[in-house]
């Protein structure tokens, strides 16, 4: 259901990604590149490419999708900080790709909020190709030879976390995941990149990010926006899916006291998840 609502329904060819990784800054212990590829042909993903320094890998591979922040991929404030949560698991001994949204930063070649009613009578649209653009940045990560292949994660807040719960859904290659502020049982994502027709018909976010079961999976909450009830509603729901799988301690939550945010401590609580499922 998700992937027919995205346009991935049968999934595109995937044409080579032609990826370019350039411009190599070292900062003492984690380095950061630029990179390019191509999703569809012609169309380029951007980003930026982690890496540890001196450790020996390979390493796990996570996808760090941004959200709405109002710098992308840049932003770093209080609030949230995409390079500090890149830079902190490239330091822990990941390598990590966080690369832009459409419509931010180096992705101009479409609006943001693509909504084309032709298009559309095909399945395209910004959620789709948001979706398509993290299946080939999980193709991306796994063709880097310092990264193992069976130790892929994805993290991200906002519409980041929507992103996180919709790939997870739907590529099973994510072995670990951590949405952050986005599974909420009554708001579904105020964007057409988290919106698509027959997306949610007889279902919701709890149970889409549920797909994830038996995959570990941490749900970070805020105590200051439509996430406030996750312990008390959302988790005991995800949860008892991964019961049915005998897999409750895969599974688990923890509140921030603060707004809508992937703050320190948030990031903090998603480091020591990713730590324990993906470096032992």
């Known amino acids: 259901q998700v992937r027919v609502s995205a346009g991935l329904w049968p ?20 380095s950061v590149e630029k990179v390019h590829f191509e999703s569809h042909p012609g169309f ?18 996570v996808l760090s999708p941004h959200g709405h922040w109002a710098y992308g991929r840049l932003e770093n404030g209080a609030d949230g900080s995409i390079p500090a949560r890149c830079i902190s698991l490239a330091r822990q001994g990941h390598v990590v790709f966080s690369h832009d949204m459409v419509g931010y930063n180096d992705s101009r070649q479409v609006d943001h909020r693509l909504m084309d009613p032709r298009l559309a009578q095909w399945g395209i649209g910004s959620l789709g190709l948001h979706l398509w653009n993290s299946i080939r940045a999980l193709d991306f990560l796994e063709s880097l030879p310092d990264v193992d292949r069976e ?20 590529d099973d290659r994510v072995r670990v995941t951590a949405p952050v502020n986005m599974i909420s049982h009554f708001m579904q994502g105020g964007d057409v ?7 949610r018909i007889d279902t919701d976010n709890v149970e889409i990010a549920a797909l994830a079961a038996p995959r570990p999976m941490l749900m970070v909450s805020a105590a200051g926006d439509w996430t406030r009830d996750t312990p008390r509603v959302e988790f005991p729901a995800v ?8 897999a409750a301690g895969r599974v688990a939550t923890v509140q921030v006291i603060a707004d809508h945010n992937y703050n ?17």
Request: hydrophobic share 35%; charged share 20%; with cysteine.
């Open 193 to 199: 990149c988290e919106n698509a027709p027959n997306l």
């Open 151 to 170: 130790r892929l994660a994805c993290t991200g807040a906002s519409g980041g976390g929507t992103q996180t719960f919709l790939l997870s859904a739907v």
């Open 264 to 280: 320190q401590a948030s990031r903090e609580a998603v480091y020591g998840w990713f730590s324990k499922w993906l470096l032992g």
């Open 11 to 30: 999934m595109p060819e995937k044409g080579p990604l032609r990826a370019q990784v350039f411009g190599r800054i070292e900062r003492g212990d984690y």
């Open 239 to 246: 949860r008892g899916v991964y019961e049915l799988l005998g």
């Open 44 to 61: 380029l993903v951007t980003g930026n490419l982690y890496r540890p320094l001196g450790k020996t890998g390979p390493f796990p591979g």
